[in-house]
């Protein structure tokens, strides 16, 4: 199984990508489940979310307290503890950010980390600060092994429309892969 946690804002569209990854996965015949995380129900809150992708069935219904992958959807969200908290030792971290990896204070057991301005990708294609779609762009290229691409845009599409599968499609190619030793 492998399990990851989602970390945004009120108003990114976390939930929504975390959906649309859901129905990916079961559209490819493997099991999924996403339980979201509210605190203030506001927009700019911090919100969180727990996903897992599995071949068999889901039985587990509890938060991801060690997750293989942490999404991150606004970087201001980095420097709270519980951002990285559980982190797995070879942990992959995919961040919406225009900062280098060097601005970056990042813990010894991300190993991959995956940096995208999907803020002003969204912009730019969408003309919506949203950035949930290009994050799923981003998401796909560092998870190929879990989440069928093709599929995800196809679902993009039929959820948000040509434009945020252009700006899931610009996030893909223009993520920067990084492995810190």
């Given at each position: 199984m492998i399990e990851l946690r989602f970390h945004g804002r009120g108003g990114q569209g976390l939930v929504k990508a975390a959906q649309?990854?859901?129905?990916?996965?079961?559209?490819?015949?493997?099991?999924?489940?996403?339980?979201?995380?509210?605190?203030?129900e506001r927009k700019g809150?911090?919100?969180?979310?727990?996903?897992?992708?599995?071949?068999?069935?889901?039985?587990?219904?509890?938060?991801?307290?060690?997750?293989?992958?942490?999404?991150?959807?606004d970087d201001t969200?980095?420097?709270?503890?519980?951002?990285?908290?559980g982190?797995?030792?070879?942990?992959?971290?995919?961040?919406?950010?225009?900062?280098?990896?060097k601005e970056l204070e990042l813990p010894k057991n991300a190993k991959?980390?995956?940096?995208?301005?999907?803020?002003?990708?969204?912009?730019e294609n969408?003309?919506?600060?949203i950035p949930n779609t290009t994050m799923l762009g981003a998401f796909a290229n560092a998870c190929k092994d879990f989440i069928n691409w093709d599929i995800l845009k196809q679902?993009?599409?039929?959820?948000?429309?040509?434009?945020?599968?252009?700006?899931a499609k610009v996030a893909y190619e223009k993520v920067q892969k990084y492995n810190l030793d």
């Open positions: 649309i990854i859901v129905s990916s996965v079961i559209d490819t015949g493997k099991y999924a489940q996403f339980i979201p995380f509210f605190g203030v809150s911090p919100v969180f979310g727990f996903l897992r992708i599995d071949d068999k069935d889901i039985r587990i219904k509890t938060q991801v307290y060690t997750p293989k992958v942490l999404v991150v959807f969200l980095l420097s709270m503890e519980k951002t990285f908290k982190l797995q030792e070879d942990g992959v971290v995919i961040i919406n950010t225009k900062k280098s990896i991959e980390v995956y940096l995208v301005d999907a803020t002003g990708i969204a912009i969408i003309k919506r600060n679902n993009i599409e039929t959820k948000f429309g040509e434009a945020n599968v252009k700006s």
